[in-house]
């Protein structure tokens, strides 16, 4: 197997008998699959009581899987802090948003402003970092696992209160500045001094906007400065990269700013789950059940590598998962198809969760990539079947996009904190700007609002209140088409309406101003084609879509959320306008290209024939124009 497009698989050593381990092993090896992620929940085994470290078991564990030719992704096990050491401390668990400590009996029991704990997590990632640190097998480092998974990177804990007031004096150095820039002085929320700042939670109605916008942010770097102690430890310690995996349609901290820290940024892409809990419509969640929504992976994978251009997918479904509200089987194909359509948009690797399901604990209904009774399961069938395409695959590297998609946390996190409207969805509101990208036939990079806008066509900014002056000098010297969505440029970054009305700063380059907004409930249509939400704009540019879009030379802004048809047909017009040539796909059909090859997907529950004007002279060297369901073709330009 080359080591391009490396394959993995999520194992648990622990789980199984010593006896066992050679024979996974070398399935494992059979499969394709390279590199092995171990150890992440595994402290109760490694340091059984303080300072008794039992390393002979992982030691045999990464000796066997290394005999089979498999190198290691070794997690940090600090997910899961056992119960020897929890009992050491009262300083260690997290509180919830109603003042409730959480408990221990599951895993991510722990408080992120801790002091006990991030010393705690250091201990062990050194011991762990100091023992296989330069193991000739060891290949990468993952930090814990999924920071804030379970609701836990916010905490409302006295350690949490304490290092909030902290950052907060770090931030105004005088209370008066906090209650300017809060706007204390509404509802007589003015403080003396920061000891008197509780976190914003369990108060009669709606806490100060500004108050918990800074709450979020502050989070937000707990959850880095936890992650920073960690990645410090090992890099003194070993030259093996350092990967987290993140998660999907989560963003309760900043990732590109946390990327800073590793190496390798990667993701569990669980595409049936989440479109079982994620912001899916009926239409979507029938007829994509067994086979996720087709802009699902397509948007986390181009996010991920925006934060890192080396990144993974680090769990891969192989079969049903066990924690959606209902959990469908993937049809058949299409654990191969997620699998390459990570390497379509630039994966270095994919690994699968997990090699074998557990037959008991809390993932008893989550498949593997083998049953219980240690036959192959479909993904695991499927695990080869991937192994054997990317065989016959060029190297191809991974180029830029023309067209960018801006994501920010802090727009994510305002969004929610006043929304104005219970029908506004941030998640859906990306996923469907990038979509209509997508089904047009492009390649899509997610980038910061920090990034330079050079090398792009075009630069969609679905929402984004924050606009700052740097943000308008680095517009200014792109040449791009600039598309807003409503209410871009809205807030200050203290989190109040600007003085000069919404859009703010923009209307250094958009000639329009916003004097009214309403939202309205979901169902309820805009003029043009739009929903959810109206701004109402005084200017002299001239209405596009029934006022559903007003153009300044090559800046673009929505005055209403767009539908699916309005979106669609003012990106084509604004391609149109930047030179930039279409596709129309099938639907349910995504393209993306990597060097040379081009993949196409059939997110369908049916087979599709692919148009000739997509086929063009390019020849198949996977798949064939009629694509069955959940299928994968494979491009490359005719030679
Ligand atoms: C992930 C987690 C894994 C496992 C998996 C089940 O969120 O990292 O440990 O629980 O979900 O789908």
């Not at 506004?424 to 509101?429: C, D, G, I, S, V």
């Given at each position: 197997?080359?080591?391009?497009?490396?394959?993995?698989?999520?194992?648990?050593?622990?789980?199984?008998?010593?006896?066992?381990?050679?024979?996974?092993?070398?399935?494992?090896?059979?499969?394709?699959?390279?590199?092995?992620?171990?150890?992440?929940?595994?402290?109760?085994?490694?340091?059984?009581?303080?300072?008794?470290?039992?390393?002979?078991?992982?030691?045999?564990?990464?000796?066997?899987?290394?005999?089979?030719?498999?190198?290691?992704?070794?997690?940090?096990?600090?997910?899961?802090?056992?119960?020897?050491?929890?009992?050491?401390?009262?300083?260690?668990?997290?509180?919830?948003?109603?003042?409730?400590?959480?408990?221990?009996?599951?895993?991510?029991?722990?408080?992120?402003?801790?002091?006990?704990?991030?010393?705690?997590?250091?201990?062990?990632?050194?011991?762990?970092?100091?023992?296989?640190?330069?193991?000739?097998?060891?290949?990468?480092?993952?930090?814990?696992?999924?920071?804030?998974?379970?609701?836990?990177?916010?905490?409302?804990?006295?350690?949490?209160?304490?290092?909030?007031?902290?950052?907060?004096?770090?931030?105004?150095?005088?209370?008066?500045?906090?209650?300017?820039?809060?706007?204390?002085?509404?509802?007589?929320?003015?403080?003396?001094?920061?000891?008197?700042?509780?976190?914003?939670?369990?108060?009669?109605?709606?806490?100060?906007?500004?108050?918990?916008?800074?709450?979020?942010r502050f989070s937000s770097d707990q959850v880095i400065k936890f992650n920073r102690v960690q990645c410090d430890i090992i890099r003194a310690r070993s030259?093996?990269?350092?990967?987290?995996?993140?998660?999907?349609?989560?963003?309760?901290?900043?990732?590109?700013?946390?990327?800073?820290?590793?190496?390798?940024?990667?993701?569990?892409?669980?595409?049936?789950?989440?479109?079982?809990?994620?912001?899916?419509?009926?239409?979507?969640?029938?007829?994509?059940?067994?086979?996720?929504?087709?802009?699902?992976?397509?948007?986390?994978?181009?996010?991920?590598?925006?934060?890192?251009?080396?990144?993974?997918?680090?769990?891969?479904?192989?079969?049903?998962?066990?924690w959606a509200d209902h959990n469908p089987a993937p049809i058949d194909g299409m654990v191969k198809t997620w699998s390459l359509e990570a390497f379509a948009?630039?994966?270095?690797?994919?690994?699968?969760?997990?090699?074998?399901?557990?037959?008991?604990?809390?993932?008893?209904?989550?498949?593997?990539?083998?049953?219980?009774?240690?036959?192959?399961?479909?993904?695991?069938?499927?695990?080869?079947?991937?192994?054997?395409?990317?065989?016959?695959?060029?190297?191809?590297?991974?180029?830029?996009?023309?067209?960018?998609?801006?994501?920010?946390?802090?727009?994510?996190?305002?969004?929610?904190?006043?929304?104005?409207?219970?029908?506004?969805n941030f998640w859906r509101r990306m996923t469907d700007w990038y979509g209509a990208a997508r089904k047009a036939g492009l390649d899509v990079d997610i980038?910061?609002?920090?990034?330079?806008?050079?090398?792009?066509?075009?630069?969609?900014?679905?929402?984004?209140?924050?606009?700052?002056?740097?943000?308008?000098?680095?517009?200014?010297?792109?040449?791009?088409?600039?598309?807003?969505?409503?209410?871009?440029?809205?807030?200050?970054?203290?989190?109040?309406?600007?003085?000069?009305?919404?859009?703010?700063?923009?209307?250094?380059?958009?000639?329009?101003?916003?004097?009214?907004?309403?939202?309205?409930?979901?169902?309820?249509?805009?003029?043009?084609?739009?929903?959810?939400?109206?701004?109402?704009?005084?200017?002299?540019?001239?209405?596009?879509?029934?006022?559903?879009?007003?153009?300044?030379?090559?800046?673009?802004?929505?005055?209403?959320?767009?539908?699916?048809?309005?979106?669609?047909?003012?990106?084509?017009?604004?391609?149109?306008?930047?030179?930039?040539?279409?596709?129309?796909?099938?639907?349910?059909?995504?393209?993306?290209?990597?060097?040379?090859?081009?993949?196409?997907?059939?997110?369908?529950?049916?087979?599709?024939?692919?148009?000739?004007?997509?086929?063009?002279?390019?020849?198949?060297?996977?798949?064939?124009?009629?694509?069955?369901?959940?299928?994968?073709?494979?491009?490359?330009?005719?030679?």
């Amino acid at each position: 197997m080359s080591e391009f497009y490396q394959l993995g698989v999520c194992y648990y050593p622990e789980h199984w008998p010593q006896s066992q381990w050679a024979d996974d092993a070398a399935d494992m090896a059979a499969r394709g699959i390279s590199k092995v992620r171990i150890g992440e929940f595994a402290w109760s085994r490694i340091e059984p009581a303080r300072g008794n470290f039992q390393w002979d078991r992982l030691d045999g564990a990464i000796e066997t899987l290394s005999a089979a030719g498999l190198k290691i992704i070794l997690g940090t096990p600090t997910a899961t802090p056992p119960k020897w050491l929890m009992d050491e401390y009262d300083d260690i668990l997290a509180v919830d948003k109603d003042g409730r400590p959480r408990r221990f009996g599951s895993r991510r029991h722990y408080c992120f402003s801790s002091k006990s704990y991030v010393r705690e997590s250091g201990r062990i990632t050194r011991a762990v970092a100091e023992r296989y640190g330069k193991h000739p097998a060891l290949y990468a480092w993952q930090t814990d696992n999924e920071y804030g998974c379970h609701d836990t990177s916010r905490s409302w804990s006295p350690m949490a209160q304490a290092a909030f007031r902290l950052w907060l004096r770090e931030k105004y150095k005088t209370v008066d500045a906090l209650n300017t820039a809060w706007g204390g002085v509404f509802w007589s929320m003015e403080f003396q001094n920061f000891d008197q700042i509780d976190l914003p939670n369990l108060t009669v109605t709606e806490p100060n906007p500004s108050h918990v916008l800074d709450f979020y942010r502050f989070s937000s770097d707990q959850v880095i400065k936890f992650n920073r102690v960690q990645c410090d430890i090992i890099r003194a310690r070993s030259d093996a990269p350092i990967s987290h995996n993140f998660m999907g349609y989560y963003g309760e901290f900043d990732h590109f700013k946390l990327s800073q820290d590793l190496d390798i940024a990667t993701w569990d892409s669980y595409p049936l789950g989440f479109l079982d809990i994620g912001p899916t419509g009926d239409f979507e969640r029938s007829h994509y059940m067994r086979q996720g929504h087709p802009d699902f992976a397509g948007f986390h994978h181009d996010l991920y590598r925006g934060c890192k251009s080396r990144w993974w997918v680090m769990e891969q479904q192989p079969g049903p998962v066990n924690w959606a509200d209902h959990n469908p089987a993937p049809i058949d194909g299409m654990v191969k198809t997620w699998s390459l359509e990570a390497f379509a948009h630039g994966a270095e690797g994919v690994s699968w969760f997990r090699y074998r399901q557990a037959p008991f604990a809390q993932e008893q209904f989550h498949a593997g990539l083998k049953r219980v009774d240690n036959a192959a399961s479909q993904g695991g069938i499927e695990a080869a079947q991937t192994a054997a395409i990317l065989e016959t695959l060029p190297e191809a590297e991974t180029q830029n996009a023309k067209t960018a998609l801006v994501f920010s946390y802090e727009a994510l996190w305002m969004s929610e904190i006043q929304p104005q409207g219970k029908a506004r969805n941030f998640w859906r509101r990306m996923t469907d700007w990038y979509g209509a990208a997508r089904k047009a036939g492009l390649d899509v990079d997610i980038i910061s609002e920090t990034k330079d806008f050079a090398g792009y066509d075009i630069v969609m900014i679905a929402d984004l209140p924050i606009i700052s002056p740097d943000f308008i000098d680095r517009l200014k010297q792109s040449k791009a088409q600039f598309i807003f969505g409503p209410g871009c440029g809205g807030k200050t970054k203290d989190f109040h309406i600007p003085p000069n009305l919404v859009p703010g700063n923009l209307q250094d380059v958009l000639a329009l101003k916003v004097i009214k907004t309403e939202t309205l409930r979901a169902g309820v249509a805009t003029p043009g084609g739009g929903h959810i939400w109206q701004d109402y704009v005084e200017t002299d540019l001239p209405a596009q879509f029934d006022g559903a879009l007003f153009s300044d030379a090559n800046i673009h802004y929505f005055t209403t959320v767009p539908g699916e048809a309005l979106l669609q047909k003012a990106f084509a017009k604004i391609c149109k306008t930047a030179g930039v040539e279409t596709t129309v796909l099938p639907d349910g059909v995504r393209v993306r290209r990597r060097g040379d090859l081009t993949f196409v997907f059939n997110y369908n529950p049916h087979a599709v024939t692919l148009p000739d004007s997509l086929i063009g002279a390019m020849r198949f060297r996977s798949g064939q124009p009629e694509l069955a369901p959940g299928e994968t073709a494979v491009l490359t330009a005719q030679d």
